[in-house]
């Protein structure tokens, strides 16, 4: 049986620790919040403050309830005000020897049956139990940001914690109305663990530019459904943080995808840590303000479709049936009146393309969709075909995942024509379109592919003429690092999809995105992505390919990570 919980601490008042402060007082308990300073106080007292009264003002508090809630939490400098507390939260600095230097102090002042928690996103938890004389009762509990809002509580058990800590701190987690995942002690826990391979990612994209910012956070927002694109998630989350986490992990797994980013290092030296210090990789109206205002790389607007050329004319050209109308139910209703002309391949003699349809369409056509599918030769023998039926200037796109846009450009007879216009969307309904460039494809071309997207209202992003492009590029890695984790038995399917879905907001987890999409597509993407990078770390998870040969190949195969019996 739990023990219920009244008495509570909180050590340090950042970001966190205020969130966690107002979540411990908003569930009834009685906290006491220290920081080491008056001012540092006051600004904890101040996020408190702000969060509640949004919260009234958003209708969702009561003034009285707002009341009760400021005043069930004792705000101190004094540590030793914590004596009655049988439970302690620390959230102070990602620095060991501060932490440490704080577990043995709590350990002195605290009553031997106390709980010590750690909100540590990825420091030892172990190592500060034995900085103690009860490691028994020492435990991680990890908060996600915003405390108050986000759902997951990583319960964090080390080798010694006594069972009945972590069933008390379970109980806790459910009394705040948040879901408590259980994990062992090991860097970065689930969430962060997965989450910050994919952020040090996005960051590498904008470094290298392969991808504006705005474009990458568009693209997983648009294209995945995440409440928050990466770099707008490092803004939230701190620089300073990130780097810190990713360094520890990196530490302990050697994985590279963990190695901060020597941006993001960058941009901690020069204090551009984000929302907090009101700069990060975007600008902000003031510190700790949510409000991004225009800064010197923020696109003009309608910069993008400069030297576009109208696309009146709009002809789909497919390989089959199926691709045309695929491409059609993806558009928006109603916004591609155009006509469509099927290409069938003639094996001798000819171009080996004939023509069902009008093919005079072709030369009155501004822009031409080619929906060839993935096979590189009949793709190359339908743009041999497209380029010679249209006239110059005409703008040919590619709407086929694979083979690459310079190949359906060297193909054409005129490559600065030519680009690619993919349909991204991996999660539910949300699309985003790519408008791809490849080396040869000139600037017009690529405008006139953003001002097509335009006109259907669907929003696009630059990418350049690599595998995965942006969405795919970012999101299969981060989908191939959850398939490494279940693998090396790290978490179970099930934790991870809830450590991401109620932690990070996503709208489905890593493994229910997997089934959805189909084991066989992502093992597809990551082997072209891993041939492109030859980057070890984006090797296909071996679990994956066993899954596909044996035939679980998702939620239409009836069965994947899960089984779906009624599909
Ligand atoms: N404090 C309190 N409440 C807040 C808040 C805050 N800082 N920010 C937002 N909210 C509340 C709002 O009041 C609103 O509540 P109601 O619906 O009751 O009115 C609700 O959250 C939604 O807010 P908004 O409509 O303003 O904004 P949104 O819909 O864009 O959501 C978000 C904002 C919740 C931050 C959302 O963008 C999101 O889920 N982002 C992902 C955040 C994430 O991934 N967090 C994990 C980071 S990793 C981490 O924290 C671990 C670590 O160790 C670093």
Redo the contacts with the bound molecule.
Sequence with gaps: MARELSEVGVVGLG??GA?IA?VLARAGLSVTAVDVSDEAVQRGRGHVET?TG??VA?G?LADAEREEILSRIRFTTSRADLAAAELVVEAVPERMELKGQLFAELDAICPPDTILASNT??LSVTELAVTTGRPGRVVGM?????????KLVEVVSTVVTEPSVVEDVQALAARLGKVGVTIGDRAGFI??AL?FGYLNHAVSMVETGHATREDVDAAMRLGCG???GPLA?LD???LD??QE?LATMYQQSRNRRHAPNPLITQMTTAGLLGRKSGRGFYTYARPHS?EVVPDARTPAPGAVTEGARPADRVVVVAATAGAADALRAALPDGGLDVPVLLAQRVPEGGRGVRWTGEVDELAGADLVLVAGGDEPEGTRELFAAVGEATRPGAVLATTSATPPVVVCAAASGRPADVIGLHLAGRAGASRVVEVVSAVSTGPDAAATGHAFCAALGLPAVSSPDRAGRVVDALLFPHLNDAVRMLEAHYATADDIDAAMEL???YPVGPFALLDAVGLDVALAVEQELYAESREPGLAPAPLLGHLVTAGHLGRTAGRGFRDHPSR
Excluded: D, Q
Excluded at 142 to 150: L, T
């Design positions: 970001t966190m969130g107002e969060s949004k919260a958003r969702r996103s990825s990890h908060f996600f940001n915003p405390a108050p809002v986000m969430a962060n989450l995440l409440p928050m998630l939230l989350i701190g943080t990130a986490i949510a932690g990070c907001g």
